[in-house]
């Protein structure tokens, strides 16, 4: 299967930047979208920006000018790069995948969506 690992959380003072990338593994035939999705204590999973694997972008309206997105195709990452934080971007950051996957065969294909364990990003006012 697919398996998403996600990395650079962490604490941060109001005003800093943080980057977080995501990088997939296992059976990856192609992957279509990739995106990033945040969850504050007591709200629900929000859309925070996606990318397209030809570099269409797509961001939630609190974070553009201040997040981008962007993807390596080469290693299917994709990172989100976030600057001028602001305490309300607290939450913990869910790389999200669309892909399709493969099994004894590279002809034998399935798409899925697969999902990050998350990382937490604290903003500090």
């Known amino acids: 299967q697919v398996q998403l690992l996600e990395s650079g959380g962490g604490l941060v003072q109001a005003g800093g930047s943080l980057r977080l990338s995501c990088a997939p593994s296992g059976r990856i035939f192609s992957i279509n979208i990739m995106g990033w999705y945040r969850q504050a204590p007591g709200k629900q999973r929000e859309l925070v920006a996606t990318?397209?694997?030809?570099?269409?972008?797509n961001y939630e309206d609190s974070v553009k000018g201040r997040f981008t997105i962007s993807r390596d195709n080469a290693k299917n990452t994709v990172y989100l790069q976030m600057n001028s934080l602001k305490p309300e971007d607290t939450a913990v950051y869910y790389c999200?995948?669309?892909?399709?996957?493969?099994?004894?065969?590279?002809?034998?294909?399935?798409?899925?969506?697969?999902w990050g364990q998350g990382t937490q990003v604290t903003v500090s006012s």
């Open positions: 999200n995948a669309e892909a399709t996957t493969y099994g004894s065969s590279p002809w034998d294909r399935w798409d899925l969506e697969v």
């Open positions: 990318i397209r694997s030809g570099g269409s972008t």
